[in-house]
């Protein structure tokens, strides 16, 4: 199984990256927490991987920190939360922030991520609890890469749909941003204003 790729990343088209290894390109799925933090298009990258094979698709899920990684695993062993809802709490939240949030078992900081109310927040914080602490080690440090500001709209646009927003709220968040917004800053910004 893949475990790790280190490559050139050849796209960002949000949640999604391609990452080049030696003229082999694999489509990974990231949290917008490690997209924010990936180089320019045509930087080296590596990303942790964890591997999903169903009967349809082969996915990659892909994460730049250990703690991401290891949260995303224990997330998907919950009955009910598959790899597209753990990615949108990863989304939503670092893993030091959802760590956080079942340590205190804090509800009120899961129900803000698309998709989750609050009995299941309930029950994932009750599941979580003492699998993922305040142990999953910081967030990921670093600058975000730019991309062409005339595609930023769009892409900002998808990859909040692609979290589960309706085009109703990604509009909304849309239009609170300044137009010369790169995607990564324009992303986490919508993020933050869409979950006050």
């Known amino acids: 199984m893949i475990g790790k790729l280190t490559g050139t990343l050849g796209e960002k088209n949000p949640p999604q990256v391609l990452v080049d290894c030696h003229g082999v390109g694999y489509e990974v799925q ?12 045509g930087e080296p990258v590596s990303l942790l991987i964890h591997p999903v094979v169903r009967e349809d698709a082969h996915l ?7 703690a991401e990684r290891n949260t995303f695993r224990e997330l998907i062993k ?4 598959g790899p ?8 939503g939240m670092n893993a030091t922030e959802l760590a956080q949030a079942v340590s205190q078992q804090e509800p009120a ?50 990859a909040l749909l692609a979290l589960g927003y309706n085009d109703k709220e990604a509009a909304l968040a849309l239009k609170a941003l300044p137009l010369d917004v790169g995607v990564s800053e324009g ?3 919508a993020l933050k204003s869409l979950t006050r």
Request: proline share 5%.
């Open 30 to 41: 990231v949290p917008m927490g490690t997209f924010y933090h990936l180089p320019a298009v």
């Open 60 to 66: 990659l899920y892909g994460f730049l920190t250990h």
């Open 78 to 81: 919950i009955s009910g939360v």
């Open 84 to 91: 597209r809802t753990a990615l949108s709490i990863l989304s």
């Open 109 to 158: 900081r899961l129900t803000r991520v698309p998709g989750i109310g609050k009995k299941t927040a309930e029950r994932l914080l009750l599941e979580l609890k003492g699998k993922i602490g305040l142990d999953t080690g910081a967030g990921v440090e670093g600058t975000a890469g730019m991309v062409a500001p005339h595609s930023n709209q769009s892409d900002i646009l998808q």
């Open 187 to 189: 992303i986490r910004l």
